[in-house]
């Protein structure tokens, strides 16, 4: 779950984020494209410290590799249709919003990654056939623009009804729920307060309220929402954006000059729990290196590296967060948590209904 955000910054701060990579090297003794070499397939917000990569490299005598593929909704499409002849070993950044599209289609193979035991029980999913093993977690939330709401001297609003009110006209931005990865939470989400008969009347007010829907988060929050320091420059005017809890805290962390507070708010009534998770790829040719790659993303040492990279939060037991998590954000307490059978049975008629709803 990244946020999605600030991989601009990232180069700066000894992060890994690899460009897209098409060659597999030469052909190693056990008939896979490279055995010495791992390949991830990611969407583009995959980050990770160069030390904690180096590290895994030198304990385990693999060399990754990391394909970045678009936004996580984009990323997962492509895997399932090349999976015949899978771009890589590992697919890591498949989260609850499309993991039975991802599962019926038989994207990934069984693989109980060591240190499962560890992952805490809410996270755990496919526990008969550990076809994916769950990595992070992070809450899509509706963020706000402090300096904004301050100006014009109004609350900013705190709930999924709050937004359908009148002096939010014309503020907020969200993802297209059918491309985007947030946006389908965020309707997820709205579907879970609202129910099966009351979401749709509930998108009605919020297009009536004139709620503005963009292709993905870059473009929502780094151009549209007046709050990130990315936004302020391209001069965008909306207040209001579906984003993560942890996008405050990397506000902060990303400033030149580190702010006392965030200058951007959560709603934490705007809330849905996202949970993401990485599989060994169907016909991955390395797949040796794919298991122990699998191993380290549930390593104590990974874990504890992904919240500053990624800004997400560990499932591993007893991984501490950074304290700037703890001073300038928080999870949820009680965001919109739908089954993943929910999930499941519903979200392709649930963007079918919103597409027709919404975007016409």
């Known amino acids: 779950m990244h946020n999605k955000t600030f991989m601009a910054a990232a180069a700066g701060l000894g992060l890994l984020a690899l460009p897209a990579l098409t060659g597999c090297g030469s052909s190693g003794a056990d008939g896979s494209a490279d055995s010495k070499t791992v390949t991830l397939v990611s969407h583009n917000s995959w980050a990770a410290s160069k030390s904690v990569i180096k590290d895994f490299e030198k304990r385990s005598g693999y060399k990754v590799r990391v394909l970045n593929d678009g936004d996580a909704g984009q990323a997962v499409n492509k895997a399932i249709l090349t999976k015949g002849n899978p771009q890589g070993d590992v697919f890591f950044g498949v989260d609850n919003t499309l993991l039975s599209r991802a599962l019926d289609n038989g994207l990934f193979q069984p693989y109980e990654a060591k240190g499962s035991g560890l992952v805490l029980p809410q996270y755990r999913v496919d526990r008969d056939k550990h076809r994916v093993t769950p990595v ?48 389908l939470g965020f309707l997820l989400g709205s579907a879970a307060k609202f129910g099966d008969a009351g979401w749709q ?53 990303y400033a030149k000059k580190r702010p006392d507070t965030a200058p951007t708010g959560v709603a934490y009534g705007a809330c849905f729990r996202q949970v993401e998770y ?16 699998l191993d380290f993303l549930l390593s104590k040492e990974f874990q504890a590296d992904m919240p500053l990279n990624m800004f997400v939060y560990p499932v591993r037991e007893g991984v501490r967060v950074p304290p700037e998590f703890v001073k300038y954000g928080r999870q949820a307490e009680h965001p919109e948590t739908p089954a993943p059978a929910e999930i499941a049975a519903n979200r392709d008629q649930w963007v079918k209904s919103w597409t027709s709803l919404v975007l016409k």
């Open 278 to 293: 990485a599989g060994l790829l169907s016909n991955a040719k390395n797949t040796k290196g794919g298991k122990a790659f």
């Open 136 to 183: 992070d977690t992070g809450d899509i939330c509706v963020n706000y623009d402090k300096a904004y709401f301050s100006e014009h001297k109004l609350n900013p609003p705190q709930s999924f009804a709050d937004l359908a009110k009148p002096q939010y006209k014309n503020l907020l931005v969200t993802e297209n729920a059918a491309t985007s990865s947030p946006g």
């Open 201 to 253: 009347d509930y998108w009605r007010k919020l297009k009536a309220n004139g709620v503005k829907v963009v292709d993905g988060w870059d473009q929502a929050y780094r151009q549209e929402f007046s709050g990130s320091s990315e936004g302020r420059k391209a001069g965008g005017d909306r207040p209001l954006v579906v984003s993560y809890a942890s996008s405050p805290p990397a506000e902060v962390i």
